[in-house]
């Protein structure tokens, strides 16, 4: 990668993230700390507004305006993928949105790009045969980006009926379907609940009661 290309990267990275650490940056474009300052510097030089918050990170002011991001033909093709395979594992919301997505970065290619991705929209299919229990998916997505306690009836494995209050902290997929990873008030701890034994799911609109949560990865690596 050049450095022109680099900088338009590392610009896009700034641009979609709240707070960059330039060890992440060192990490993503595989540069040294010291070539990522150097980079940040040339950033400022020509005009970006770049902030540092100490434990933070680098941040972008709020309030400035930078123009759409152009895509390249492989990128769009990317989400357009993406797209496809929100039929098979995502409900009806989440597929809509990304519809939606689509077609908003459509508007940001040039006519041949948006010609060939249309072409090659038609030619991606993901056929969705077996049933998923999604429906609740985007509820979820919701609570979990405003922090707010849900309130579920639920089947476990053994097939016990139980209602709940619980504090999702993300998402998984495995085992072929959709988990919550949550706070669990019942049993006062981290519970992993199957969205296909959820048989009905509200939002309490109440914010998170619990003061501080583990990560998801934290949580995945109790399981070894």
């Given at each position: 990668m050049n450095r022109?290309?680099?900088?338009?990267?590392?610009?896009?990275?700034?641009?979609s993230h709240k707070y960059v650490m330039a060890e992440r940056?060192?990490?993503?474009?595989?540069?040294?700390?010291?070539?990522?300052?150097?980079?940040?510097?040339?950033?400022?030089?020509?005009?970006?507004?770049?902030?540092?918050?100490?434990?933070?990170?680098?941040?972008?002011?709020?309030?400035?305006?930078?123009?759409?991001?152009?895509?390249?033909?492989?990128?769009?093709?990317?989400?357009?993928?993406?797209?496809?395979?929100?039929h098979r594992f995502t409900d009806k919301t989440t597929t809509r949105n990304t519809e939606n997505a689509i077609e908003k970065i459509r508007t940001v290619l040039r006519t041949s790009e948006k010609e060939k991705s249309e072409q090659f929209s038609n030619r991606v299919k993901v056929l969705n045969t077996q049933p998923?229990?999604?429906?609740?998916?985007?509820?979820?997505?919701?609570?979990i980006a405003d922090q707010l306690i849900l309130k579920i009836e639920y089947t476990d494995a053994h097939q016990r009926k139980t209602s709940r209050e619980i504090e999702p902290i993300g998402m998984i997929y495995y085992t072929e379907q959709w988990h919550i990873i949550a706070w669990c008030w019942k049993r006062n701890d981290y519970r992993d609940?199957?969205?296909?034994?959820?048989?009905?799911?509200?939002?309490?609109?109440k914010p998170f009661k619990k003061k501080t949560h583990i990560s998801l990865d934290d949580h995945i690596r109790t399981w070894k």
């Open positions: 022109v290309d680099r900088l338009m990267g590392i610009l896009t990275y700034l641009q940056l060192s990490e993503k474009f595989e540069i040294s700390i010291r070539t990522v300052y150097r980079d940040i510097r040339a950033l400022e030089e020509i005009g970006i507004p770049i902030s540092f918050e100490n434990n933070k990170g680098y941040f972008i002011v709020q309030g400035y305006f930078l123009p759409p991001v152009s895509l390249t033909s492989g990128e769009a093709n990317a989400l357009i993928l993406v797209a496809a395979l929100a998923f229990a999604n429906q609740y998916l985007s509820d979820v997505q919701q609570a609940f199957r969205m296909g034994q959820i048989n009905a799911l509200t939002s309490t609109g």
